[in-house]
């Protein structure tokens, strides 16, 4: 099978204007994967599995990744304009100051997909697709129409991470029911508030157990029947 | 198919076939097959259209036994998912290990030891042999069978279930695999006890097709149900007999020969027509040729360690990346998709159901045949609701 | 109020067979138990193995399993009870008619078990429906769930046909229909029946 670099020439060949990324897999398994850019997803597919030397006919698996937003902290050197006392005298002087800058890198949701061909027994190709961050802007281009087997697997990300798959001809939940509001595999989820404390908890569980215990000692268990000491917040979806 | 249709016509997975117009007057009626019905192998729910008795349209609805398995995975360490495996596919709980233990050891870049390697396929081809039997044993107990073949089957099953008790001390929930070995060695005794079983095996699969496969019944309700395309099972990832019962070559043994799988003689079955006789006969020639592979390892079993010295057990944290380790399970393709942040739990943990991906062309084989035939072709399909939902 | 032991045998060797009306008939229904075939998960295999060859329950008096709540005395929930399929459990349990028993197989129906952690996962079937065995284990062995079928049998030999704890099918006020939960949007609503949960266990301290 050609190498990932090779596979990546030849859709820019085949498919103009493709937009793929390499994105090289550290780590000893060495699966190195392709990032397509949305509006070519579909086209880049296509040519993936009708080429006659990839043939990349069976697609594996399909899953959602959750990259939540990261605040990363970094050290600038910044010219500033500093009063100083210069041989006594008050002065402004322009210096170069080492600042503490903070940013928050936006997250995404991401949909990995493994390619494997059955006609030349070759694979995996790892190729794989992000949104633009996690909050509104979380479609991408469905690849059921290319490959058949994303039917189930891209409702099930749509279910538990929330994206949004356009041309995708039945997207509604597999695994939660109609009615359930939030998208759980998420790493911000939180988790209604209805473990049952044994006895003897320890670690975080002990905590949890003693501010549900206090909680139940200020409402009574009447009170808190149906609903979670937990905060959480709800994101809606136009559906 | 003409020769003008584009080759992309022809793959294209949403080439679905027409709905059957219903004839006559009257409206569909909608049934919900399921989530607590006899013959749906577990919690699962079909919603069908039916005109009379054929069916016109049929949804699958998932999510009964949905037990957040990826998201325990998650907030545990990678040692601490491998009991969790062992309930994906309740019925074949060592090939899950297996599949699981593959993944993380190419994540990790460890090294297995040669006794391992054969130790792992005499315990993973014992367990195709009795997922196998189990399988044929719940399709023929929905045919109508009431109960003797599974019965049969469930007295070979025993057999090996004690194998399995006597190694790891557990029936089904095995958890005996390690990244980079296994968790106790077998003894003299038991390969002498296995050997017992298997010399014993190629009897029972005589007797089970004696009885079984130029039944009357067994081929008029079984032939020409239910078939499926080799086109359609490609581009909809079906994988496992199901994918050889219509004639697909691809065993994942043989492509990508993981373990020491290109050490042993065997064939892959490979069917005609793929409808669901084809799919019970896949299964019947894959437990004897389960049989010989089993034989030749325990001839070939060497001595040695049982675990790689350079592996870590305390302290387990694979470096940053991402890994795809898949084994042909019995059910199918059976794969965990791994990502590492360097911590000691892991980021992204993925199982790849074979089963659910199965269930993809559960519509397409169903339209037009009648509600007996949908719990038949169902049954071959050989699901397990535990992997399905996760 | 049972009958004299030695009373009993001397007129057993006249050939007169004396009984109370409460024995023989907690006695015939103790002995014929029907399960519903009702799996789940994992535990579903052991009880499927469970009315196989080696371990027949049978021999016990399930001679049949019934797939229909109407035409079944024992509801085993073998296997994690999720969110998303309590309120059918509820809704078989109340299609079952009296006298109906529930055994709750398996760590999962008893507490959640290992997936306890689980967003979807229902912490116990015992916080909707009264549970009267309970049987640890994962899965627990066959030789369990007989045991815990023994123990289901004892009790309905210890079961007294009047007074005030006697069983509910021959008590007119007792609960009949146990309410359903709703699936909101987040969990279950309510996420326990008031009336069985929590389980008063004696000497549980808090």
Known sequence: MKSAEEIKAA????????????????????????????????????FLRDDADLAFDFLSNVSGVDWPDREIAEKVKVARTVTKTVDGVEQSVEETVEETRKRVEPGCLEAVYHLYSVAKKHGPLVIRMKTANRIDQVELPSLTPVWRAAEFQEREVFDLYGIIFTGHPDLRRLLMWEGFKDHPMRKDYVEPDDYEYEPTPHDHVLKRAQERRAAEAALGTEGLRGCGTNKRETVNYEL | MNATETKSERLDGWNRPPVIAPDGEGELLEVAMGPHHPSTHGVFRMDLALDGERVVRLKPVFGYLHRNHEKIAEQASYLASMPYTDRLDYICSLTNNWAYALAVEKLAGQEVPERVQYIRVILGELTRIQNHASSIGFLLQEMGASGTPLMYAFK????????????????????????????????????????????????????????LSSNEILMARCQGVGILRPELAVNAGVT???????????????????????????????????????????????????????????????????????????????????????????????????ISDGGPNPYRYRVRPPSLINLTVLEDMCLGSNVADVVLIFGSVDIVLGEVDR | MAVDQHLKIELGKQGVLVTTIEEIYNWGRRSSVWPMQFGLACCAIEMIATTMARYDLARFGAEVFRPSPRQADLMIVSGTVTKKMAPQVVRLYNQMAEPRYVIAMGACAISGGPFKQGYNVLKGIDRYIPVDVHIPGCPPRPEALIQAFITLQKKIDGQHLTGADRPRHLDAGAQGEFPVPEQGEHDLEPTSNAGVWPVQIQGLRD
Not at chain 2, 165 to 187: A, I, K, P, Q
């Open chain 1, 11 to 46: 859709i820019e060949a085949a498919v103009p204007g493709a937009g793929v990324e390499f994105v090289p897999n550290p780590g000893p398994a060495a699966e190195h994967s392709l990032r397509l850019a949305p509006a070519s997803a579909v086209a880049v597919a296509t």
């Open chain 2, 156 to 211: 070979e099953r025993e057999k090996i279930l004690d194998l399995f008790e006597s190694l790891t001390g557990s029936r089904m929930m095995c958890n005996y695999m390690r990244f980079g070995g296994c968790r106790v060695d077998v003894s003299a005794t038991w390969l002498d006890a296995a050997r017992k079983v298997v010399a014993g095996l190629p009897q029972f699969v005589d007797e089970f097709e004696t009885l």
């Open chain 2, 240 to 338: 496992g007999p199901m994918l050889r019962a219509s004639g697909v070559d691809y065993d994942i043994r043989k492509v990508d020969r993981y373990g020491i799988y290109d050490r042993f003689k065997f064939r892959v079955p490979l069917g005609d027509h793929g409808d669901v006789y084809d799919r019970y006969m896949v299964r019947i020639l894959e437990i004897r040729e389960s049989i010989r592979i089993v034989e030749q390892a325990l001839n070939d079993i060497p001595a040695g360690p049982i675990m790689d010295p350079k592996a870590r057990i305390r302290g387990f944290r694979p470096k940053p990346g991402e890994a795809y380790g898949r084994i042909e399970a019995p059910k199918g393709e059976l794969g965990f998709y791994l």
